[in-house]
């Protein structure tokens, strides 16, 4: 039995659910977007207005076959991420260090100017926001897989070194510097 499969979501105020049974498709929509999330076959979702809860279930006789326990949890937690997001949203911070180095946004491109001969341009992906603040990049949106993605992607453009600390990293993130070589004696 997955424990967290279990489970029930509780639905706070503000959030329509939509549970179609028959496409295995639940819709979410709330305050910061909507989000649409087609499920596995062997989990059933199901939504209780009287409760206002999301409830995971599958048959007993599946639990024990193949990775079916992994998808039962693994659907509940999704669905448990989409209420949080299409409640609150989710946000990812970046900071970029160097002299000389920043981002604009352009129209619908986020434009990196990172050291390199040419500027680095990224299409932000539909339903992901971006704030240029300073040096700080916010991504965030509805889609905790899509803020998460494309912070990730601006993140691998340049990379947090270790001798100077240069590069693009997460503003909570700790790059572990090295000493560089010793000169003389």
């Given at each position: 039995?997955?424990?967290?499969?279990?489970?029930?979501?509780?639905?706070?105020a503000g959030v329509k659910v939509q549970v179609n049974?028959?496409?295995?498709?639940?819709?979410?929509?709330?305050?910061?977007?909507?989000?649409?999330?087609?499920?596995?076959?062997?989990?059933?979702?199901?939504?209780?207005?009287?409760?206002?809860?999301?409830?995971?279930?599958?048959?007993?006789?599946?639990?024990?076959?193949?990775?079916?326990?992994?998808?039962?949890?693994?659907?509940r937690s999704v669905i448990n991420g989409m209420v949080?997001?299409?409640?609150?949203?989710?946000?990812?911070?970046?900071?970029?260090?160097?002299?000389?180095?920043?981002?604009?946004?352009?129209?619908?491109?986020?434009?990196?100017?990172?050291?390199?001969?040419?500027?680095?341009?990224?299409?932000?992906?539909a339903g992901v926001n971006v704030n240029i603040n300073?040096?700080?990049?916010?991504?965030?949106?509805?889609?905790?897989?899509?803020?998460?993605?494309?912070?990730?992607?601006?993140?691998?453009?340049?990379?947090?070194?270790?001798?100077?600390?240069?590069?693009?990293?997460?503003?909570?993130?700790?790059?572990?510097?090295?000493?560089?070589?010793?000169?003389?004696?």
């Open positions: 039995m997955s424990r967290i499969g279990r489970k029930s979501i509780a639905v706070p049974a028959s496409t295995r498709v639940v819709d979410l929509q709330g305050p910061k977007g909507k989000l649409a999330f087609t499920h596995r076959p062997e989990v059933k979702v199901s939504y209780s207005d009287a409760d206002k809860a999301i409830t995971c279930d599958m048959d007993p006789a599946l639990v024990e076959v193949g990775n079916n326990n992994a998808y039962w949890g693994t659907t949080e997001g299409v409640l609150k949203g989710y946000e990812k911070k970046l900071e970029i260090v160097g002299v000389g180095w920043g981002a604009r946004l352009q129209g619908k491109k986020l434009v990196l100017a990172l050291g390199f001969a040419n500027p680095i341009e990224l299409n932000v992906p300073g040096t700080i990049v916010e991504v965030s949106g509805p889609d905790k897989q899509s803020v998460g993605a494309f912070a990730s992607q601006v993140r691998s453009q340049r990379k947090p070194e270790p001798y100077n600390g240069k590069g693009v990293k997460y503003v909570d993130e700790v790059v572990q510097r090295k000493q560089g070589k010793a000169f003389g004696s």
